[in-house]
């Protein structure tokens, strides 16, 4: 119970200054009379945001599933990749280059070349930019989690005449669990803010992102700011659900409770 406590009173700091910043923002659009086309008021966001809840919330799930899609393929794919680079060196001299290279690559510039590799109405474009925006994150996180394994671990498997197969599966790979559920935890907002970004640069207009763009260049701001604050909920939703995961599935990871 205390544990609970403390993690709910994690949550008063943030609300309190989010509800001071709308409040403030609120405020001063009144008070200065900014025009609509300019800024609009938080309290008119809200109301687009419930007269437009039905396709905010379609939007939503063409974006969370490309999303979805992405973390869960670039998870896959980054996890063995790592794996593979961890157990044969020459794999790991050739991956961990490449994988850094093609991730200092703007997504403006990747996301363009996809686009035109394929149908103007395919979504795969951007399930490949959330899968390699994923596969970064946890290849990077597993890899760590691999070579900082206890040396006293591994001196004891070595006495009981482990080899080095059984020392990998018995020590490495159980280390690197708490690694790779901490980079899908950075890696579940990660592919939301990708999805919503790769819909700026063509394919159909089902999304988040392009739904945004389009109703700010007509300047039905309150709209688009609704849209934008369905993309922060997504993005919450997936971090949420990824923390969730990750105290399930990494319990030893927990920190215990104080007495």
């Known amino acids: 119970m205390n544990s609970i406590a403390r993690r709910l009173s994690g949550l008063v700091p943030p609300i309190v200054f ?13 008070w200065r ?28 799930q063409v974006s969370g599933g490309n999303a979805l899609i992405g973390l869960v393929a670039g998870t896959i794919l980054g996890s063995l990749v790592a794996l593979m680079a961890a157990g044969v060196r020459w794999i790991g001299e050739l991956v961990n280059p490449l994988a850094v290279a093609v991730n200092a690559i703007p997504i403006v510039v990747l996301i363009a070349l996809f686009t035109r590799l394929y149908e103007a109405d395919s979504e795969t474009p951007r399930r490949i930019m959330t899968t390699l925006a994923a596969f970064f994150v946890v290849f990077v996180n597993v890899s760590r989690g691999l070579r900082q394994s206890s040396p006293t671990q591994l001196e004891l498997m070595r006495s009981f005449a482990a080899t080095p197969v059984q020392q990998f599966l018995k020590v490495r790979v159980p280390n690197a669990m708490a690694f790779l559920f901490t980079g899908i935890r950075v890696a579940a907002p990660l592919t939301v803010i990708t999805a919503v970004v790769a819909e700026y640069f063509g394919g159909t207009r089902n999304g988040l992102g392009a739904s945004i763009s389009g109703f700010l260049s007509i300047s039905k701001k309150d709209v688009g700011l609704a849209y934008v604050a369905g993309a922060s909920v997504l993005g919450l939703l997936f971090f949420g659900i990824a923390a969730i995961l990750e105290y399930v599935a990494v319990p030893w990871q927990r920190r215990p409770d104080s007495r």
Request: charged fraction near 15%; proline fraction near 5%.
């Open 18 to 30: 989010g509800a001071l910043f709308l409040g403030a923002w609120e405020g001063f659009v009144v």
């Open 33 to 60: 009379h900014v025009k609509p086309f300019v800024l609009v008021k938080p309290s008119q966001v809200w109301s687009a945001g419930l007269d437009n809840l039905d396709r905010i919330t379609d939007a939503m």
